[in-house]
């Protein structure tokens, strides 16, 4: 098939862009005005017949509000054939992870780490308005829209394993996050809400900065393993409750003769090694600080290497509330969007001025606007306030 036909419109597949368990992304050209699209194929099956609803069933939601400068994928329109579902969708560029294999994997500048999570923080602050959770944040489902016009402006897609709040009292044992980026209370079967979204993209930032991921488990039991080995085992109250915990977890005495939860062992290869596929092991959180790794720029003088450690350490303190275990005391998207790292309060000296205009225009850049004149971008410091307006919230002049 190489042409696709909906009511209106005529699609004509270019390329096959990516294919998945339930279908297929085409890329096409709209022959009404020769513009570039996305268009999602769906097979229909027992199991993707439901994903398809509940796509549609989010996208309609999403569709009653105004979007544009959201940081969320625009869609154009849904049909069916026989067979086959289609949902378009515009064109982006690459994935986050596509850009990061193109570049070996190379750790991220932290002022591009800001411009990335600045606008995911847009979209899950949208998300959170109209009482939706992701489900799936990850690196792939995080698209470049144009690296060239607007470096690092992104958006977010794919709304297949999304769910309404009040619908997820109604899961039993979900499915859902990819495991790099899946929240302990998915883990561990606690209930859980659209937090379990912000721990994913704690995990995005630190993937961003180290280039590689923070907690990649091969198993459910690894990925526990290695969010203990480096934020500690979580508090005896969650898995006293937690479904799963057994999973994980085993009772003991301790010294004091009282019951206390601790991880089971390991399992051990023919050699009694332990399999690791961590590239960084910490001990914890604040150890990201030490890496140092993006001090390679040759063009930053001494002022912006020190401006740039400091930036590192509040974007650690904001990973870090993103990571909370306990998933009420995890910050949300609109609290985070006032974080010091993303106002960039913390850099407001005659000593940082060149690195803080620098991730101002980077960070303005990628912004989608809505008119000439577009976002004012407003600091909490007065200085910043003068010249652009306020950061923490985005608003819509």
Not at 238 to 243: D, E, G, P, V
Not at 281 to 287: A, G, K, M, V
Not at 297 to 319: G, P, Q, W
Request: glycine share 4%.
């Amino acid at each position: 098939m190489s042409v696709i036909y909906s009511q209106t419109e005529v699609y004509h597949i270019l390329d096959v862009l990516g294919n998945g368990t339930f279908g297929k992304v085409v890329k096409c050209r709209r022959q009404s005005d020769g513009e570039l699209v996305a268009v999602k194929i769906m097979s229909y099956d027992a199991i993707g017949s439901q994903l398809i609803k509940n796509e549609l069933k989010l996208i309609a939601t999403m569709l009653r509000s105004n979007l544009k400068t959201s940081h969320i994928v625009h869609f154009f329109e849904a049909f069916c054939d026989p067979s086959q579902h289609y949902l378009v969708f515009e064109m982006l560029e690459k994935n986050l992870y596509e850009l990061q294999k193109e570049n070996g994997f190379r750790p991220l500048p932290v002022r591009n780490i800001r411009t990335v999570t600045c606008q995911m923080l847009t979209a899950l602050a949208k998300l959170r308005e109209l009482a939706i959770i992701h489900a799936d944040l990850k690196p792939e489902n995080i698209m470049i829209v144009n690296q060239q016009r607007f470096p690092f402006r992104v958006k977010l897609i794919d709304f297949g394993s999304s769910s309404i709040f009040s619908e997820v009292r109604f899961v039993k044992e979900p499915y859902i996050q990819s495991r790099f980026y899946r929240a302990p209370e998915i883990l561990l079967g606690l209930p859980f809400c659209e937090k379990v979204d912000m721990w994913s993209l704690g995990c995005v930032m630190a993937e961003l900065y180290l280039g590689w991921p923070l907690y990649p488990g091969e198993s459910e039991f690894e990925q526990v393993r290695y969010i203990c080995e480096t934020q500690g085992l979580p508090h005896s109250h969650l898995l006293n409750i937690a479904t799963k915990t057994n999973l994980f977890f085993q009772l003991t005495i301790d010294q004091h003769g009282t019951p206390a939860w601790e991880l089971r062992p390991s399992m051990q290869g023919p050699n009694g090694e332990i399999a690791e596929h961590r590239k960084y092991i910490f001990s914890s959180l604040d150890q990201l600080c030490n890496l140092n790794i993006t001090k390679d720029n040759k063009t930053f003088c001494s002022e912006d290497e020190a401006a740039e450690i400091t930036d590192c350490h509040y974007m650690v303190e904001l990973i870090k509330r993103m990571l909370a275990f306990i998933s009420h005391q995890r910050i949300n998207p609109d609290a985070a969007l006032r974080h010091s790292f993303i106002t960039l309060t913390h850099l407001d000296s005659p000593d940082t001025q060149s690195y803080y205009d620098l991730s101002l225009r980077e960070l303005q850049k990628a912004l989608i606007q809505t008119s000439s004149t577009g976002h004012r971008v407003k600091n909490c410091n007065p200085k910043a306030e003068q010249e652009t307006g306020n950061l923490g919230r985005l608003k819509e002049e």
